[in-house]
């Protein structure tokens, strides 16, 4: 009983390390495998990118059965407009791990400029808020244990905005983005351990290789977190008859070191933030679209004896309206 308090204990104070030190950060913002199927998520000037007004919902379940686990829904909408100079969005999200969430709405435009018969430049701008809630008085300490910094709840409305550039055609994208550029002050504390939004820089490409039944589509993202560190995910899909592909996809994760420390899990093992993903995704009409991806952790977390078999689920649903001959006819991959 002693030690699964500890260990419950341990967790929070984990968690914690990970959102109140200025110094010590990973991925802050929402994590997606199938981000190449979610872009507005990550880059504004995705916004139009389809050509027709485009609704994606993605949910993930991440380390699923550990308490505490990140939980993350989102809901976008774009479309272009202004005879497809201007692309328009709305992404809508939910974003909780442990005791935090992250509520918000942000709301994207795109200038889109062509740079080719088919190649278009755009330059994108996001703006919103997010309500960022800590319920730390909710936090199970357990019988006899107590600490002044769970005795009460944090919450704040966190206004911002973000820019992106995508470059775009129907076989190939490029892109580069800052979601969110205020790094706003968590927490009230006027000391070194103010927690703060960090700043994450995206870099994103893909290509379509391939004119037959059979296609083969790679893509790659970077995540930078500024004083944290680098993410690598790289996708590799196959997609038959444009209508269902198979996909692989590896991440790596380097956190960044506090005090000549690397962060550590509650048993002491280094998380390294590995994972490998399976996925697929089936174009189950001209308009519907199904994805759904499965990630096996390959970081110490799934070494560990406390946590085997953690699986992370992840699901996305599209559906693009008023959908012609002329786009079925050059369909978007990305």
Known sequence: MINLIK????FLLLLIALISSSKT???????????MFNMMALNPAYAGSRDVLSATALYRNQWGGMTGAPQTATFSIDMPVNRERVGLGLQLFNDQIGLENWTGAMLSYAFRIKVGE?????????????????????????????????????????????????????????GVSVPYLIENNLNDYDNDQRAKVRR?????????????????????????????????????????????????????????????KIQQLPDGSIMKGDALVGMIELQLSDQ???????????????????????????????????????????????
């Open 118 to 174: 088919r190649t278009t430049l755009a330059l994108g701008l996001q703006g919103g808020a997010m309500n960022f809630r800590w319920d730390l008085a909710k936090a199970d300490l357990g019988n006899n244990l107590s600490d002044p910094a769970f005795a009460s709840n944090i919450s704040k409305i966190l206004p911002n905005f973000g820019t992106g550039i995508y470059l775009s055609n129907d076989r190939s994208y490029l």
């Open 200 to 260: 994450h820089l995206y870099a994103m490409g893909g290509f379509v290789v391939g004119r037959n039944s059979v296609k083969l589509k790679p893509s790659m993202m970077v995540r930078y977190v500024n004083g944290a560190g680098l993410s690598l995910d790289g996708n590799m899909n196959l997609w038959f008859n444009d209508r269902i592909a198979f996909g692989v996809s590896y991440r790596h994760n380097r956190f960044s070191t506090y005090a000549g």
């Open 25 to 35: 950060w990973a991925q802050q913002d929402k994590l997606f495998s199938q981000y």
């Open 7 to 10: 260990q419950k204990y341990a």
């Open 288 to 334: 519907f679209r199904l994805g759904y991806s499965y990630d096996w952790t390959r970081n110490n977390l799934n070494q560990s004896r406390k946590f085997l078999n953690i699986p992370t689920h992840e699901i996305m649903l599209r559906y693009e309206f008023g959908f012609s001959k002329s786009k079925i006819l050059t369909p978007r991959y990305f």
